[in-house]
């Protein structure tokens, strides 16, 4: 692709700079662990939801790549390099005394597999998960003004069941805003019981499916209810 794209802009090669921070091998060579997750951060929906980042950072010309951008990958290894680069400058101004060398394993590697089964139950507990108003808040964060196009408009949400409440999705200009309360002339009303909104939200559950199934009900503009799962993924 480089090569393809020289013939356009000369000398390409050379302004491209890229630097490999990880890969399985290098999980395996620090870890011996040819398994799981690179960075060891737990898929949570709440690394996976609330914390995606886009590809386009905010730095001009940086652009984040990998087989799961906009994923909950990308999001583990941001948040697990930020949390590591934190313990470092903690460790190098004498705020802390963790060994970041991993010297206190006997043979000076990392944890391993057999090491995290004897570690106590309690650090393998759940994460806890997020409640209906946290969830609509997340969906606005991770909004997708490509598949939005010109949309302009809210999408009411009106919640029953063990959460009820009243919430609105305000789009416009390319950006989506979390509202509590009623709009005035929503493009999309929503019926829905909580649980019913949170087990779609989290995979459990088939947004269509539960539509013909009436297990929550609209009002309004139905082509942007199909666009939401685009418009929020």
């Known amino acids: ?19 490999e921070v990880a890969t399985p091998l ?9 398994g799981g997750s690179i960075y060891g951060s737990e898929q949570t929906i709440d690394n996976m939801y609330l914390n995606r980042l886009k590809d386009k950072t905010p730095i001009p010309n940086l652009f984040l790549a990998g087989a799961w951008t906009f994923g909950g ?3 583990a290894a941001m948040m697990s390099g930020k949390n590591v680069s934190q313990m470092a400058l903690a460790f190098l101004n004498g705020e ?17 597999n057999d090491e995290l089964k004897k570690q106590p139950e309690t650090q393998n507990q759940k994460p806890e998960t997020l409640n209906l108003k946290q969830t609509l808040t997340g969906m ?24 009820p409440g009243d919430y609105f999705l305000r789009i416009a200009n390319g950006k989506c805003a979390f509202n509590e309360g009623a709009s005035m002339a929503p493009k999309l009303t929503i019926n829905t019981p909580s649980e019913v909104w949170l087990a779609i939200s ?22 942007l209810l199909m666009k ?3 418009m929020f993924k």
């Open 1 to 19: 692709l480089i090569h393809r794209t020289e013939k356009l802009i000369p000398g390409l090669r050379e302004a491209i700079v890229y630097q």
């Open 228 to 230: 939401m799962s685009k």
């Open 73 to 75: 990958g990308q999001s």
């Open 26 to 34: 290098t999980n395996h060579r620090f870890t011996r662990n040819p």
């Open 96 to 112: 802390a005394t963790v060994d970041l060398t991993g010297a206190e394993a006997s043979d000076g590697r990392r944890t391993t």
């Open 202 to 223: 989290r995979g459990e559950l088939d947004g269509q499916t539960a539509f013909m199934q009436q297990k929550y009900k609209v009002e309004g503009d139905f082509g």
């Open 140 to 163: 606005a964060l991770v909004f997708n003004p490509d598949a939005a196009g010109d949309l302009t408009g809210d999408i009411q949400f009106n919640v029953s069941g063990d959460e």
